[in-house]
């Protein structure tokens, strides 16, 4: 479809133009408008003035450095739980799961069809101290009667481990299953064990899918706040939920802009150092599925 | 949530066999291993679905008190949580509809056409879907807050259309690229005009893709906490409902109509994958 003229030219920006404008309107204006308000001092009742205020930035860094850490150390945890337990399954899935593949999908994808909120609010339910699992225990004297595991580090990265899981076995899968299986058989028949065949063939061609499973699972974890609101207790307080504190509670729109724009900031870098590396059209590609 | 493989590969041979019965049993490991991770990825809606029909006494859903349904017919007996799930399928059908016509819309100019300024379109699309959810609700929240613009309804569908619309562009231009052009150079042979084309011939083969994308943006607009819980302002959702009765308990209700979304949803799911079936068939 090559552009005859003038008004042929224009079609491709008339056909992306609506979609195009609320993406700019409701997703690039609001990131500016929040890099302002990061800059801005003042109060909730008298309103806020742009002055440069460099200052809330560092603020942000001095009062809450503990739970930026935290984020962080959480998310790399997560990521690496995620990473060990997801690559055997998407291996076997994409290797041996032959005409049932799409089905042991389908059953690794189930917990999606349940809110977000509902499965991290079962597992509250699941773990609490007098629930049908812990309950039982202490009555029969197996755990002692002030053991808990609500409002525990164990208990938020259990949390964070469990919903983002999915979103790490997708993209090992995808990589997993474009490996032509002969190239496996080649190693065998070059006289490679099963070992050394998967260290030298599989595990390299699978590196495409951990990098993107690796981004797709940390940036997310990182900036969680849902199961250390629900899981944990004063000592799992993450980013995220200091965040949502100071925007909503605190009315201190600054300092909040400034958190999110440090935190924003730290995982951008991160994305694309890697979507540098590995092309984008890859990362979009395995992240689309 | 289209997890359709493509062309299945030739079955995998197993491994060289090595004389010796060793093999037999570690090759129980992995299969062993994915449907224990297939328990584990199940056990909290199947205690979600259990706990909905427990015969507990107080507010307090904690241990199994016996059999009932009475959660089924009482279904509606929260007022506030009935009208939070009726906003969200209100909130979900709306943003669904305009995200999915201007998605749909930007699928096709990203898919079909080279034209100046595309890569920004792919940055800002690309942005949009690896930002953080924390991201585009504080940032979202920021905007409000600064036009003294009034949080609720309305914000929330800007919100949910914002965080969607990227999904179903990429899912279209997915499509958009695999369509085979003769098809439409065809129709224009047989004398159809640019219009006629499009609708009879582009459109429905782009179909499978524009509807993969609307299911998406309603699964992420009715299923998202944390871009909402920054521009609702009074307006409450199911999953902002849900999440603050996490802090006193969670009543059976919440278990029962959990329960019944995630019916609906895997039937789709499942209805769709035999319709995709029987189409290739």
């Known amino acids: 479809m090559s552009a005859r003229g003038g008004r042929a030219r224009l079609v491709p920006y008339l056909v ?7 993406l700019v309107l409701f997703f690039v204006v609001p990131l500016l408008v929040m890099f302002s308000l990061s800059l801005q001092s003042g109060n909730a009742e008298e309103g806020f003035r742009f002055t440069w205020a460099w200052s809330n930035y560092t603020d942000a860094w001095d009062f809450y450095s503990t739970q930026f850490i935290r984020s962080i150390v959480y998310a790399l945890i997560v990521t690496g739980l995620c990473l060990v337990l997801a690559y055997p399954t998407a291996y076997w899935i994409a290797f041996y799961g032959g005409a049932r593949k799409t089905t042991y999908l389908f059953l690794i994808l189930l917990p999606f069809f349940v809110s977000f909120v509902i499965r991290t609010a079962s597992w509250k339910f699941i773990l609490n101290d007098e629930g049908f699992l812990l309950g039982p225990l202490k009555d029969a004297g197996l755990l002692p009667q002030d053991f808990h595991l609500l409002a525990t580090t164990t208990a938020v990265l259990g949390g964070l481990t469990y919903n983002y899981l999915p979103f790490m076995v997708l993209p090992l899968y995808v990589a997993l299953e474009r490996i032509d299986p002969s190239l496996v058989e080649a190693a065998h028949d070059l006289y490679a064990g099963r070992a050394s065949a998967f260290r030298r063939v599989v595990l390299p061609l699978s590196l495409p899918g951990v990098f993107a499973g690796v981004l797709i699972t940390f940036v997310p974890v990182a900036s969680d706040f849902v199961n250390s609101g629900i899981l944990g207790g004063t000592q799992t307080t993450m980013i995220g939920n200091v965040i949502q504190t100071v925007y909503l509670r605190n009315n201190d729109y600054p300092l909040a802009s400034a958190m999110s724009f440090l935190l924003m900031a730290a995982l951008l870098v991160g994305i694309f150092t890697y979507a540098r590396a590995l092309g984008t059209e890859q990362v979009m590609e395995v992240s689309q599925r | 949530m289209t997890v359709a493989t493509r062309e299945a590969p030739p079955e995998v041979a197993p491994a060289p066999a090595v004389p010796g019965g060793r093999r037999r049993w570690t090759r129980l490991i992995l299969p062993t291993y994915t449907w224990l991770m297939i328990l584990y990825f199940s056990l909290p809606i199947l205690v979600m679905i259990v706990f909905g029909f427990n015969d507990t006494k107080g507010r307090l859903n904690l241990r199994w008190q016996g059999f009932t349904l009475h959660w089924y017919t ?47 379109y792919d940055l800002m699309i690309f942005s949009a879907i690896s930002a953080p959810e924390l991201v585009l609700g504080a940032s979202l929240l920021s905007l409000f807050v600064t036009t003294q613009f009034v949080r609720g309804f309305v914000t929330i569908v800007i919100a949910h259309v914002a965080f969607s619309v990227s999904f179903v562009a990429v899912t279209v231009r997915a499509r958009v690229l695999g369509l085979d052009p003769s098809l439409e150079e065809a129709a224009q042979d047989l004398g159809a005009d640019p219009w006629t084309t499009f609708r009879k011939i582009t459109l429905p083969l782009l179909a499978p893709g524009i509807v993969a994308g609307a299911l998406l943006a309603f699964a992420l607009s009715i299923d998202d906490y944390v871009v909402t819980s920054f521009v609702n302002g009074q307006v409450e959702t199911f999953p902002i409902w849900v999440y603050g009765a996490t802090r006193i308990g969670v009543p059976p209700q919440v278990n029962v109509m959990g329960t019944l979304i995630f019916l609906g949803g895997a039937a789709i799911a499942v209805g769709n994958a035999l319709l995709a079936r029987r189409q290739r068939a």
């Open chain 1, 16 to 22: 992306g133009l609506p979609g195009g404008l609320w």
């Open chain 2, 74 to 120: 009482d279904l509606f007996s929260i007022p506030a949580l009935t009208t939070a799930l009726r906003n969200s399928l209100i909130i979900a059908v709306i943003s669904t509809v305009i995200s999915t016509v201007i998605g749909t819309m930007i699928g096709l100019a990203l898919g079909r056409y080279r034209f100046r300024g595309k890569g920004a």
